[in-house]
């Protein structure tokens, strides 16, 4: 069962210490907490920041980290201004989080994968990487990403054998690469195999045709101006998203049958916590942003 920490960097420790959840925390309102070293999950936990809490790295450290064979979902959280936002070693789910500005001088500016990561209505936006993957970084792990909007480059990584393949596999998303210098999705098919990139289906990559998005719905090689999408700001919601403007080509794009999860539940809501399809609607946006009536 779920209690509720002090909403400092100390009670996100006892948190995941604890186990177990989902774990709250007593945040009188917005809150952005300076940590002093990287966070370390290495116990099964849910941690839900109620889209209220900003982890910041201060630019020094990693913010967080999942340890190898640990369990872990990350719901509602900011994770900002750290040498590198999230490395996943385990099994992780986050759900409508934002991953921004985070710089790493090696690999994996936002978000770096060697384990099993599923990312569910979030935004990964201007986070940068001197080497590869900006946006994130998939090293021999399996990376499923359902209804997110990714702003920065994807680069998958992996080596011959069935069992060091690196998988991306994304439904309802949309990538879009560093403006005019990278496509989308980075990969070497020679060491990956031919099953690098899965699509599920209604995804959008602009600039180019390198995530493998091929499936119904799929649309590939857009420019930037018919996808239309905003800066990343405080859209009325509690974290800070990618607006859709009009006439966008994500806007009411995946059937309401379609618009579903990675196990084929259907999903109701955007990152904001909007309706998803819009109230009056029958048909779902592509991304973690739903544009309302």
């Keep these: 069962m779920g209690q509720e920490f002090p909403c400092t960097e100390q009670g996100i420790r006892d948190a995941i210490v604890e186990g177990g959840g989902p774990h709250t925390f007593a945040c009188d309102g917005p809150t952005r907490l300076m940590t002093e070293s990287e966070i370390v999950v290495d116990h099964d936990v849910t941690l839900d920041g109620a889209s209220r809490l900003t982890v910041d790295g201060g630019g020094a450290h990693l913010v967080l980290s999942v340890a190898e064979g640990v369990d872990a979902e990350l719901r509602g959280f900011t994770v900002t201004n750290g040498d590198g936002g999230i490395r996943n070693m385990g099994t992780l789910t986050v759900t409508h989080c934002t991953v921004s500005g985070n710089y790493r001088l090696g690999v994996g500016g936002g978000l770096s994968n060697a384990g099993t990561m599923m990312l569910v209505g979030t935004t990964v936006a201007e986070n940068t990487a001197e080497d590869q993957g900006g946006g994130i970084f998939n090293s021999y792990g399996t990376l499923v990403v359902t209804n997110t909007t990714v702003s920065g480059t994807i680069y998958a990584e992996g080596g011959p054998g069935e069992n060091v393949v690196a998988v991306v596999a994304s439904v309802g998303t949309v990538v879009r690469g560093e403006p005019g210098s990278s496509p989308g999705c980075f990969g070497t098919p020679q060491d990956i195999g031919p099953n ?57 794009w995946i059937p309401e049958a379609d618009c579903v999860d990675a196990d084929g539940q259907p999903v109701t809501t955007d990152q904001r916590g909007q309706p998803r399809p819009e109230t009056d609607g029958t048909i779902c946006d592509v991304g973690a942003f739903e544009v309302q009536a």
């Design 196 to 252: 690098e990139w899965v699509s599920d289906g209604y995804n959008i990559e602009v600039g180019g045709d390198s995530c493998g998005f091929d499936a119904t719905g799929d649309q590939i090689n857009l420019s930037a101006e018919a996808l239309n999408l905003g800066p990343l700001a405080d859209n009325g919601g509690p974290t800070m998203t990618h607006a859709l403007g009009a006439g966008s080509v994500a806007i009411d």
